[in-house]
């Protein structure tokens, strides 16, 4: 929905309004386009104007809960599925949330019930026997998502802006001192920008055509896809002083932007804390390039590179990054086509490192690691590969990870037995998800075993990642046999919060032994187990059934119970909409990547309101072909300013 003006928006505030009041009497519920609308709100800069309305309606308990909703942030889960959210309407459905909580994707299945059609792929898909064949997909492609470069003269007002470094003085022009939006009377005129919120946090923006910045040193260019323009934006940011987090997501800058970052990165190390390179074709020998400059920063914290080709060539790179940036809390490598061998190589001259056994022990500087579909392979007897050497790394006390993201990886049993060996020794791990790694029960339950009574473990997901299939990977496949495995970690972890099986290949009944034994849980926070065998619960009996409908209830109580002891006076809903968010990703590092050009297009998925593409096609792959690898075709383009890419 395009962006409203104040006199737009009060005029279908109003006519909207209305209806609405008509309908709450009538049937207690709102008007569709109402609530479109409310929704709307994520995409204007005026959200001010809705809270004078609310605070002067009658039916405040009604608007206001829809008011949190349109303002929530969409999340971006990173290192999770953006789809993994149960429905904000519905925290405890009677049947399953479909895999994509109402997200229309290229190509899928419409109407129908999504969850029952999102088991019945799982179950065609089948449970994984667990053997490397020649045909075996071993990693994931790395490619960006689809989109087209911008025409320079749209982001060339972005770009002046940063060079003359006038972030500072222009919030302090727009927003008063309680940081709300001057009136228009007192604000500059001419200005080619709109000040607005970010939903929710509203932390304070200047949102211009192709670019915004936010007064908490963001600069958000992510799908904005500045492409051949990059040079042009790093020499824009050679003279600022305001911006220290770098968004350029989805932007396809190819080897020619690893380049420009790296030219300044030589002039500046240590401007940028955040460096969110998302989907940018950057491959093997640009990536060292990238890397030569970045290591001399003593101020990175947070490198995100997912969808990067980075190749199995990058282990060099790599272990400069992880063993040379005194300050790196997070890195990405999602989907960087590293491989096996190369994993192994990187983490066993990290473990060598930051060995425990050197005379002094320097710890690992890093936090946050996100390698979820890098191709990681079972262990192999009497042989080590990748798994044996992060199982090493996670159980020195060098080691400081708090958060291991290793989804749409092919572990298997043998790898996720011998990361649980690592496990145990570890006490630093808060969050862990393992989506899709093709294990089964004995895999599962090992890990179960390692992590009950860990001192730290505050998220662990092994359910199924909604992109196993695209990806060609392989879905868990839990059965009755692991309960008293689960049973043991819910009781003995007093610091587990949130725990999520997925679709699970167990009876009604052992779920409800499960079930029980979270109902009375006096620390989780959420927990998800939903049974594929649907078709067979009938003949488990009515009993089981009716004992599946209570705990559900009972559940919902105590889940919601130890929500509030936490966070006194906030609802489940609002929690699942707000703080659960950072149960499962590091909130300091984040938010510090949170875009709401990227929120903005998955919330208008959520509600049906955009498709996202996720395969380049016959019509824009020349697109892709000139950004991406040693045939850049950029490389050769004229370098005049203002040159814009058809």
């Known amino acids: 929905m395009d962006k409203l003006t104040a006199y737009e928006f009060k005029s279908r505030f109003n006519t909207f309004y209305g209806a609405a009041i008509i309908s709450t009497r009538k049937q207690f519920s709102l008007d569709t386009a109402f609530v479109d ?3 709307s709100i ?3 800069r005026i959200p001010t104007i809705f809270t004078k ?15 949190k909703m349109a303002t929530a942030v969409e999340l971006d889960l990173t290192g999770l599925d953006t789809s993994r959210i149960m429905d904000r309407l519905e925290l405890f459905p009677s049947h399953a949330v479909g895999p994509t909580c109402g997200m229309q994707s290229q190509g899928g299945d419409k109407g129908g019930n999504p969850s029952a059609k999102w088991v019945q792929k799982i179950k065609a898909w089948g449970q994984w026997d667990q053997q490397i064949t020649p045909s075996t997909v071993l990693q994931p492609v790395s490619l960006p998502m689809p989109v087209e470069v911008a025409p320079y003269e749209e982001l060339e007002p972005f770009f002046t802006h940063l060079m003359k470094d006038l972030s500072a003085d222009e919030f302090t022009a727009h927003f008063d001192e309680r940081k709300h939006i001057k009136e228009e009377a007192d604000r500059p005129v001419g200005k080619n920008f709109e000040p607005g919120y970010e939903p929710y946090y509203k932390t304070e923006f200047l949102e211009f055509k192709r670019g915004v910045v936010y007064s908490d040193r963001r600069m958000d260019l992510c799908k904005m896809v500045v492409g051949p323009s990059i040079s042009q934006l790093m020499e824009s940011l050679e003279s600022n002083t305001f911006i220290e987090h770098f968004l350029l997501g989805n932007n396809i800058i190819g080897p020619d932007g690893a380049h420009a970052i790296a030219n300044f990165l030589q002039k500046r190390p240590d401007a940028m804390r955040t460096w969110y390179l998302a989907g940018n074709c950057i491959d093997t020998e640009s990536f060292e390039i990238l890397v030569d400059a970045m290591s001399k920063s003593k101020v990175v914290e947070n490198l995100w590179l997912k969808r990067n080709p980075l190749g199995p060539g990058s282990h060099g790179s790599l272990f400069k990054l992880l063993s040379q940036l005194p300050r790196l809390r997070t890195l990405d490598l999602d989907q960087t086509a590293l491989g096996d061998e190369c994993l192994a190589k990187v983490f066993d001259k990290l473990s060598d490192h930051y060995s425990d056994f050197l005379p002094i022990a320097t710890p690992s500087p890093l936090h946050s690691l996100y390698m979820n579909g890098v191709g990681i392979l079972p262990a192999k007897e009497g042989e080590m590969s990748a798994i044996n050497y ?4 996670i159980s020195q006390q060098t080691c400081q990870l708090t958060s291991l993201y290793m989804s749409n990886n092919l572990l298997g049993d043998s790898g996720l037995k011998v990361l649980a060996e690592g496990l145990k020794k570890n006490t630093s791990i808060e969050r862990l998800s393992l989506q899709s790694v093709g294990a089964s029960t004995a895999g599962i339950a090992a890990l179960f075993d390692a992590l009950a009574g860990h001192p730290s473990i505050r998220m662990l997901d092994v359910g199924q990642s909604y992109a196993t299939m695209d990806l060609k990977m392989q ?20 610091s587990l919060r949130y725990l999520d099986l997925g679709y699970a290949n167990m009876s009604q009944a052992a779920l409800n032994t499960v079930s029980k034994a979270v109902s009375k849980s006096r620390y989780l926070q959420f927990y998800n187990a939903r049974t594929l065998r649907n078709d067979e619960r009938a003949r488990e009996g009515k009993a089981v059934n009716l004992e599946a409908n209570k705990l559900r209830g009972t559940m919902k109580d105590r889940l919601t119970a130890n929500v509030r002891t936490e966070w006194p006076g906030m609802d489940y809903e609002e929690w699942v909409g707000t703080e659960k968010r950072w149960l499962v990703n590091d909130k300091e590092d984040v938010r510090a990547i949170d875009s709401v050009y990227r929120n903005r297009d998955a919330g208008m ?9 996720k395969w380049w096609t016959e019509d824009n792959k020349d697109v892709l072909q000139k950004a991406s690898g040693r045939t850049c075709e950029w490389k050769n383009r004229p370098k005049e300013v203002g040159t814009v890419v058809e």
Request: hydrophobic fraction near 40%; avoid cysteine; aromatic fraction near 12%.
């Open 605 to 613: 998925a959520r509600r049906g309101q955009m498709i996202l593409k």
């Open 475 to 494: 879905f868990n496949w839990i059965e009755d046999e692991v309960v008293e495995s689960a049973l043991n970690l819910i009781k003995s972890s007093e």
């Open 390 to 393: 992060i199982s090493k790394f």
């Open 42 to 44: 994520t995409h204007t």
């Open 53 to 67: 309305y609310l605070q002067k309606s009658k039916d405040k308990p009604i608007l206001s809960r829809l008011y």
């Open 37 to 39: 609308l409310l929704f």
